[in-house]
T-cell receptor, first 114, second 113 residues
Framework: AQSVTQLDSHVSVSEGTPVLLRCNYSSSYSPSLFWYVQHPNKGLQLLLKYTSAATLVKGINGFEAEFKKSETSFHLTKPSAHMSDAAEYFCVVPGPGSARQLTFGSGTQLTVLP | DAGVTQSPTHLIKTRGQQVTLRCSPKSGHDTVSWYQQALGQGPQFIFQYYEEEERQRGNFPDRFSGHQFPNYSSELNVNALLLGDSALYLC????????????FGAGSRLTVL
């Protein structure tokens, strides 16, 4: 079965500095992987998805993630944090049932300091 | 274009009561999934409905049941509420051709006292 582990429950950065949110996956084959963001009182929004077409995936709002099979990682990065980036971020993998069933990591709360 | 809408947004129940949550999928979507998100945790898959039938189910007891109507809208019912059922309940819909393209609603926050 596929699973994901988010290595940090909380990350705090200053506005304008880089963001790194870490995710490791466990899978016996090359998986599909996603990052979702959840702002307070809003629905989960897809940031980006990896489906084996390219290892560096660009998403919305300047975020990107790199799939590294040798490290079983799919870390989310952004060069410069904005105040509006403050939210909960989830690393997600499809399954274990159908592709429409998602397994979420435990989440990383990103705080952006002025 | 309205996305996924859920109602009610907040509700409070007492232990042993029953609750019904409602979800209208995004226009053009035919599959509805329900997730439970406890405080400080990631969402957990409850079940998925397609063509008015439950197609997939996560590790949730039979107290959790659902329904999908011909217009693709869906209900989540929870019987004999426990304190541990307090959570944000999320509905997600997906289109006929999109295997894992999900659109989430903002959720219904249930508090059980």
């Amino acid at each position: 079965a596929q699973s994901v582990t988010q290595l940090d429950s909380h990350v705090s950065v200053s506005e304008g500095t880089p963001v790194l949110l870490r995710c490791n996956y466990s899978s016996s084959y090359s998986p599909s992987l996603f990052w979702y963001v959840q702002h307070p009182n809003k629905g989960l929004q897809l940031l980006l998805k990896y489906t084996s077409a390219a290892t560096l995936v660009k998403g919305i709002n300047g975020f990107e993630a790199e799939f590294k099979k040798s490290e079983t990682s799919f870390h989310l990065t952004k060069p410069s944090a904005h105040m509006s980036d403050a939210a909960e971020y989830f690393c997600v993998v499809p399954g274990p049932g159908s592709a429409r069933q998602l397994t979420f990591g435990s989440g990383t709360q990103l705080t952006v300091l002025p | 274009d309205a996305g996924v809408t859920q109602s009610p947004t907040h509700l409070i129940k007492t232990r042993g009561q029953q609750v019904t949550l409602r979800c209208s999928p995004k226009s053009g979507h035919d599959t509805v999934s329900w997730y439970q998100q406890a405080l400080g945790q990631g969402p957990q898959f409850i079940f998925q409905y397609y063509e008015e039938e439950e197609r997939q189910r996560g590790n949730f007891p039979d107290r959790f049941s659902g329904h999908q109507f011909p217009n693709y809208s869906s209900e989540l019912n929870v019987n004999a509420l426990l304190l541990g059922d307090s959570a944000l309940y999320l509905c997600a819909s997906s289109p006929p051709s999109g295997a894992n393209v999900l659109t989430f609603g903002a959720g219904s926050r249930l508090t059980v006292l």
